[in-house]
């Protein structure tokens, strides 16, 4: 973790392609800074042939960097904002992620397991942060990565425009709204986006419900080590199968629920670690293979719009249910 690479070449690119991502965020609306790095990255690194030491460079931000991210990412998550979320919420939040979950299994079932579990996590979870957190666990590679990402975030770009469509159509209320957008889209962003564009009320509690299914990424990531440990022959259950940066994860969640550390400073931390996973990113598109990444899109691209279209009408099933029933 400490052998940093020395290469500036390396070091300067990454931070480049960081940079320029950044910037043309607010004039792309829709994926975010992440994606535009990745697609940024993977044309980039797809034209040039790096030095060693560049490549090195890339390695260590896909691996590390990612891991530390997903740590630093820990001090935005409030456990206490669970307290603010009715009974019924919790239950549909902790069912939606179930199903989301299983269902990329039986949608997927042609593709590795790692990608199985990436767009399952991505789609049900937190899109990006989802993502790069179960990556070391499932030993994903950097293709599968690169792909999940773009397709996770594709879908979400698609819901910011479709759910206050589908919102108004079905002439949801303000909580049915809520819980459809937060309940469902991908990222805080995809959420935001949908959820102030009906309503600021509607946003607001959109947002709340999402930091419900962003609090389910740990027990989360506990899962799937557990079954890919399962996957290994003569393995065994015990904390030794736990990736180190899912107890740093989870240490930073309790200090920030704790109040010890001022707001100020895990903002800052949790900020931090949105530019590590931008650097790391940057890092994943630069390795991956773009030919690989083509062969496996179609069939990436159908299964995520699988796993999206069943959240959407489980969803409006149990929403049109809990109206039923008063």
Known sequence: MFQIPKNI??????????IVATYLSPFIPGPGSITIALVISLLVGNLMHWQEGSTQVFKYAEK??????????GFGLNVRLLQEL???YLLVIVFMVALTLFSSQWYCGKMSIS?????GAGSGICGNSAIAASAPALKATVTEIGLAVTVVNLLGTIGIFL???????????????????????????HVVAAGYSI?????ALALLIKMGRILMLGPVILFISYRMNKNTVGAKMDLSIIPNYFWGFIIAAIITSSGIFPATYTKGLEKTGNYLLLLAMSGIGLSMNLKQMVKMGPKAALSGGLIFTTQIIVLLAILYGMRSLG
């Not at 070449?9 to 960081?18: F, K, M, N, V």
């Open 86 to 88: 009715s009974l019924i």
């Open 199 to 203: 309503s600021p009320e509607t946003g």
């Open 163 to 189: 759910f206050p469509a589908i919102a108004a159509a079905l002439e949801l209320s303000t909580s049915e709204s809520a819980l459809f957008s937060g309940a469902i889209l991908q990222s805080v962003g």
């Open 115 to 119: 990608m199985r579990w990436l767009l």
């Open 9 to 18: 070449t390396g070091w300067l690119i990454l931070l480049s392609i960081a």
């Open 64 to 73: 590390h960097l990612l891991a530390l991210a997903t740590i630093l990412l």
